[in-house]
């Protein structure tokens, strides 16, 4: 049985691999202008979650550790995935808490996304998290993170000159920034996003 | 033979799907505690390229099409892929001749980054585009694309309120306001990335 995905039909379909975080769909398609084709869709089970946890002094936390696809060590904000059909937000909360030790008695989603829309489906869910309380970290044990906390200022120039390459946290940064120059964060934590000093 | 990939070990691995854009590799690792684990990366072949041309005008071109993966229309930037040793330069004039039928005289490269750095090795790059002259466009059969002219403002406007959902757009529209604010592009489209009647 065929079935149509917008101006494509799907002839036959099969999972040519799947692990606990990815499934591989190979697709026979009929494309838009009628020609045949095959399509091979990265599917994911997780929602990729980020948060950009904003302290009273205007302090941000930064995660650093290897990234294997890339063979590299990358400096990010607090992220990680959750199960696709969970609220993105419980699995953000979660994350933060895993991963650097905090809780926030705010949120607020500020931003989502697709991630790489040419060949999978990966969704991304982004959330401004203040009014902080701080723990103890409890990272799963196959990762190994070092946390860094510097000012909102200090991380937007590493995002301005280059010096961050994970795509999510260069989007929090600029869009947290933006969002404060226009007037539409909360005021606790809306100075710190404008940072001013920055320039 | 085992090789190391930072404090990860990869014991032994295979190319379990390929086609002619992602290969996915199975790997058999020791993780950095030292425990037994998989990883599935999705290599890529080519480097996803983004342009953001901007006119004398200050209006820029948006691309609309069916995303297969997602099953969803998404307005973007001019984007598309070159292959992995190619100059990402070369990659995004032809992409941009080819969507939308512009040359541009001015290039210049301002953003670069790792897409989804957790499952796939995705590299992205790019560029503003100005100084510009129009031709006929010529997309490949496969796709199904319609061009719109809009202010760069009025994109700026879409990306604040969620409007866009391509990351790579999002990207490039956020971080070219932000130098244009910084005083860090040139002269003759810098006004129009300010988009100061935009607020």
């Known amino acids: 049985m065929s079935r149509k995905v917008g101006p494509w039909t799907v002839k036959s379909e099969r999972t040519v691999f799947e692990n606990p975080w990815i499934a591989i769909e190979d ?4 494309r838009p202008d009628g020609s045949d ?6 599917r994911f089970k997780n929602i990729a979650v980020g948060v950009l946890p904003v302290s009273e ?3 941000v936390w930064l995660v650093g550790q290897h990234r294997f696809p890339h063979d590299a060590y990358s400096w990010e904000l607090p992220e990680g995935g959750g199960p696709v059909g969970v609220d993105a937000l ?6 933060l808490a895993e991963e650097t ?11 989502s996304c697709d991630l790489s829309n040419s060949v999978t489906d990966e969704r991304a869910a982004c959330f401004l998290a203040w009014d902080l309380e701080e723990g103890e970290a409890a990272p799963e044990p196959s990762e190994s993170l070092t946390i ?3 000012k909102f200022a200090t991380l937007l120039d590493m995002v301005m000159n280059g010096d961050i390459s994970d795509s999510l946290t260069i989007l929090m940064t600029l869009k947290a920034h933006l969002l404060a120059l226009r007037g539409r964060v909360p005021t606790p934590i809306s100075d710190h996003l404008k940072a001013e000093g920055a320039r």
Not at 27 to 30: F, M, W
Not at 90 to 95: D, G, L
């Open 90 to 95: 419980e699995s953000a909360k979660r994350e």
């Open 27 to 30: 697709q026979a398609v009929t």
């Open 148 to 150: 860094k906390r510097v």
């Open 57 to 59: 002094s205007g302090d």
């Open 37 to 42: 084709g095959e399509y091979g869709v990265v």
């Open 101 to 111: 030790g905090l809780t926030a008695r705010q949120w607020r989603p500020f931003l």
